[in-house]
């Protein structure tokens, strides 16, 4: 398997057609690709490629991520997608080993999130992990701030300053995703 990083107007029609199939969203199935590309245009798409130049597995990192916490804003690359065509293969174990190198080489400070029942895969993974903070993280839905669906942050590559800000996290100090 070959790692590969593309922007998302360097993704074939077939790339961007197999992204969609594999994250399997019904909102985006219909998606036209000049839309995708302007709907991820703050994104790139990591993967590793098979000999045959299929996609394997991919995730995606956003950069256009911004918490507030205590009336500051801070930006983080988000690392999201995670999905494989063949599970139980090791390959996201691969991707995530890849991208943790790569966010720290360009000293992207990167998180994620995950569901409880993912812990065990991402421990596997070496991923630092923040149990049950992800639900003090609060979105706008209409004009109500709600918790996050997810369980935990997923530390890709962070300062300490901003590891022990996330970790400070609750539901008396919440964050707040600025969109």
Same mark, same amino acid.
């Given at each position: 398997m070959k790692y590969q990083i593309k922007k998302p107007e360097e993704l074939t029609e077939?790339? /961007? @057609? /197999?992204?969609?199939n594999l994250w399997d969203i019904s909102e985006w199935d219909s998606m036209e690709p000049s839309y995708f590309c302007s709907f991820f @245009?703050?994104?790139?798409?990591?993967?590793? /490629?098979?000999?045959?130049? @299929? /996609?394997?597995v991919?995730?995606?990192?956003?950069?256009?991520f911004i918490l507030e916490i205590s009336n500051k804003k801070y930006h983080f690359s988000e690392a999201v997608g995670l999905v494989?065509?063949?599970?139980k293969k090791g390959y996201g174990k691969e991707l995530i080993k890849y991208i943790i190198d790569n966010v720290i080489e360009r000293n992207l400070e990167s998180i994620g999130f995950c569901l409880s029942e993912l812990r065990p895969f991402y421990d596997k993974c070496n991923i630092n992990i923040l149990h049950d903070k992800a639900k003090a993280i609060k979105e706008k839905s209409g004009s109500e701030w709600i918790p996050s669906d997810d369980d935990d942050i997923l530390i890709f590559h962070l300062s300490d300053e901003k590891k022990e800000l996330l970790n400070q996290l609750s539901s008396e100090n919440n964050a707040y995703l600025i969109q």
């Amino acid at each position: 398997m070959k790692y590969q990083i593309k922007k998302p107007e360097e993704l074939t029609e077939n790339e /961007i @057609k /197999i992204i969609l199939n594999l994250w399997d969203i019904s909102e985006w199935d219909s998606m036209e690709p000049s839309y995708f590309c302007s709907f991820f @245009k703050d994104s790139e798409f990591h993967f590793l /490629i098979d000999s045959e130049g @299929k /996609i394997g597995v991919l995730m995606r990192l956003n950069f256009d991520f911004i918490l507030e916490i205590s009336n500051k804003k801070y930006h983080f690359s988000e690392a999201v997608g995670l999905v494989s065509a063949q599970e139980k293969k090791g390959y996201g174990k691969e991707l995530i080993k890849y991208i943790i190198d790569n966010v720290i080489e360009r000293n992207l400070e990167s998180i994620g999130f995950c569901l409880s029942e993912l812990r065990p895969f991402y421990d596997k993974c070496n991923i630092n992990i923040l149990h049950d903070k992800a639900k003090a993280i609060k979105e706008k839905s209409g004009s109500e701030w709600i918790p996050s669906d997810d369980d935990d942050i997923l530390i890709f590559h962070l300062s300490d300053e901003k590891k022990e800000l996330l970790n400070q996290l609750s539901s008396e100090n919440n964050a707040y995703l600025i969109q």
